[in-house]
């Protein structure tokens, strides 16, 4: 706050959360006294409209706009938040300084049939939009998600894929769909680093695989036989940069039909999950596994722990 002489009158300045307020007093208490009270009501957030103004929605859209766009992830959380605006008006049409612990509970009642990792993906992302609008953009509330507790989930997955399974697989699809079961099977990568291999990354002198955008951002080698190296080479006559010539969610939607087809119910993730349980099981030790699987925790490999 700021006062200063005018002639024979006082003014008031007062600057709160980048923005500012002047008056013109009399004299000086009267000046000091709309000062305070300013000061403190913009604080509190009665002065600062535009922000406080703003719906959920609009935070949102804000959000993907600053935030979500540099994120590896931004094709599948704009779909989220796309879906959030659309299935939950009843939310996202509120004004910020309307919502309440209680209305994100309700929000995760409703999502829990769904899933449970689901949800709390879901409310993590509120979480750290809330997070941003308090931090980046200084709107003058309470992060009404970070006290809402999580669903407790499940800790891992084990479906043991059977070689009568593996082998069904191998023989329905063509030989895009086959190399990307040999490399999920024989390398335990995750599914979007599979499709992010480009042939700069095959090292058929040392025969590893050189994963560069991991989920954790770290670089990492895995070993592959001969026979899988030579298995891919064929693939280079559909002239792409990527090993495997087609996106991820074509290779989803022909999983799912396979699975349809097949009668089998299982995630390509499950190939990530049983690598790291025959390592568990031939004893390898722990920052092995970590290592070659690009585990950032020793706790994650952990959940795999124990022979079976």
């Known amino acids: 706050m700021y006062i200063r002489k005018i002639g024979k009158r006082y003014q008031c300045q007062v600057r709160a ?28 957030g009665v002065l600062l409209g535009n922000g406080l103004k703003k719906t959920l929605k609009e935070l949102i859209k804000q959000y993907i706009t600053e935030f979500t766009v540099t994120k590896k992830s931004k094709v599948n959380e704009t779909k989220i938040w796309e879906r959030l605006i659309r299935n939950h008006s009843w939310l996202t049409n509120k004004r910020v300084i309307n919502l309440t612990p209680q209305d994100f509970i309700r929000f995760k009642n409703i999502r829990m049939k769904d899933g449970y990792r689901t949800t709390n993906y879901e409310l993590t992302l509120l979480n750290n939009l809330f997070n941003k609008a308090i931090k980046i953009w200084l709107l003058p509330i309470n992060n009404p998600v970070s006290n809402v507790p999580k669903l407790k989930e499940n800790k891992g997955r084990y479906r043991p894929i059977e ?33 992010r291999l480009t042939w700069l990354d095959l090292d058929d002198l040392r025969n590893v695989l050189v994963v560069r955008t991991s989920k954790n951002n770290n670089l990492r080698t895995v070993p592959i036989s001969k026979w899988l190296l030579n298995y891919l080479m064929p693939l280079k006559e559909y002239k792409t940069s990527t090993i495997i010539p087609i996106s991820q969610n074509a290779f989803i939607k022909r999983w799912q039909k396979t699975l349809k087809k097949l009668k089998m119910h299982m995630h390509i993730h499950d190939f990530r999950r049983n690598f790291v349980q025959t390592l568990v099981n031939k004893k390898v030790d722990i920052p092995t596994i970590a290592r070659l699987t690009g585990h950032s925790s020793w706790q994650q490999v952990q959940l795999y722990w124990g022979e079976r």
Do not use: C, P
């Open 163 to 195: 070689s009568h399974e593996y082998r069904k697989l191998l023989h329905y699809g063509d030989k895009i769909f086959t190399a990307v079961i040999l490399i999920a099977r024989k390398t335990g990568l995750r599914h979007g680093e599979i499709h």
């Open 17 to 44: 959360r980048n923005q500012s307020y002047y008056k013109t007093f009399v004299d000086k208490t009267s000046a000091r006294l709309w000062g305070h009270e300013t000061y403190l009501s913009a604080m509190k």
